[in-house]
């Protein structure tokens, strides 16, 4: 069974208008972290956003916001005012188990939503 | 802050041979993790070095390996290459300790075999 759902293979938003970018994850560990990247066709992968499983609020960096929803175990990704920029690869990944602790933190990824932004 | 670095940024080897490919990580972090990304897929786990030991595996067969030096920069070696080893790999460094262990990516290096 796929651990990271992104089921949004492409997705359309108008440049300064909001988009949202979905992914479900599965894990029966109770403490996990939940990260987003993205991809410019350069290849880098650049942070963008973390959720820890714990975390009380949804995190927000910068035009970047995490939706939450830990029963539903979907974090969505929230782009506001999307830029040219922005347009690129997007992928969910998620570190099971808690951070810290010393021990084997792979992370493990979804298959990527590709966004484009229209001028 | 210098951030990861990778090096070489392409590469093409034919069939049977062999490669390494090295990185840097960025200043600060102590473990290191190496990830090979296929066109159109997600990054896939190869392994992680921490403290100069492999820390964990995917599921790669042995002939892909690694080091970690005293610096916290890292090694990946692959030998008797194989077409399907064509590919993205990126190495990602982060601090183990921290709250987050949030891996940071360098550019990558882009393998073709022939």
């Known amino acids: 069974a796929q651990k990271i759902t992104q089921t949004q293979p492409g997705m359309f938003v108008q440049e300064k208008e909001a988009v949202t970018l979905d992914c479900t994850y599965d894990?029966?560990?109770?403490?996990?972290?939940l990260f987003w990247y993205k991809q410019p066709s350069s290849g880098e992968m650049i942070f963008l956003i973390y959720?820890?499983?714990?975390d009380q609020q949804n995190a927000t960096e910068g035009r970047y916001s995490l939706n939450f929803q830990k029963a539903r175990k979907s974090a969505n990704l929230v782009i506001s005012a999307s830029q040219l920029g922005d347009s690129a690869m997007y992928f969910c990944?998620?570190?099971?188990?808690?951070?810290?602790?010393?021990?084997?933190?792979?992370?493990?990824w979804g298959l990527g939503t590709s966004l484009a932004v229209n001028p | 802050e210098t951030g990861v670095t990778q090096s070489p940024t392409h590469l093409i080897k034919t069939r049977g041979q062999q490669v390494t490919l090295r990185c840097s990580s960025q200043s600060g972090h102590n473990t290191v993790s190496w990830y090979q990304q296929a066109l159109g897929q997600g990054p896939q786990f190869i392994f992680q070095y921490y403290r100069e030991e492999e820390n964990g595996r995917g599921n790669f067969p042995p002939r892909f390996s690694g080091l970690q030096f005293p610096n916290y920069s890292s090694e990946l070696n692959v030998n008797a290459l194989e077409l399907d080893d064509s590919a993205l790999y990126l190495c990602a460094s982060s601090f183990t300790g921290g709250l987050t262990d949030t891996q940071y990516f360098g550019p990558g290096t882009r393998l073709t075999v022939l």
């Open positions: 990944a998620m570190r099971e188990g808690p951070g810290g602790a010393g021990n084997n933190r792979k992370l493990i």
């Open positions: 959720q820890g499983s714990y």
């Open positions: 894990t029966s560990d109770p403490s996990y972290g």
